[in-house]
């Protein structure tokens, strides 16, 4: 029985991806996966859709219909082209985006 289920922004990158296998192995789990581009793989039992965290409003009417979200796990990152170091402004105001939308 799903007992939590969690948001994964960031859900086609290495660590989002990881996650999402973790938790839907796990039968308690519901998983939402959300990225800027469709995963090359998608795994199954994963409810993916594509959004763009930069989008104020597009977060607001694309998340506000996740009621049943009970953890959000940040796993995404601020395009940075090739900087070495990200920018932590960039990756809160993404975040800041998230939250707000749901």
Known sequence: MQKYVALIAGASG?????????LVRRDEWKVYGISR????????GVNYFQLDLNDHEN??????????????????????????LESPEDNLFLLDNLIKGI
């Open 14 to 22: 290495a660590v989002g991806t990881a996650l999402a296998k973790e």
């Open 37 to 44: 581009r469709a995963p090359a793989s998608p795994l199954k």
């Open 59 to 84: 977060c607001i009417e694309s998340l506000s219909n996740l009621e049943d979200v009970t953890h959000v796990f940040y796993c995404g990152r601020a395009t940075h082209a090739e900087q070495v």
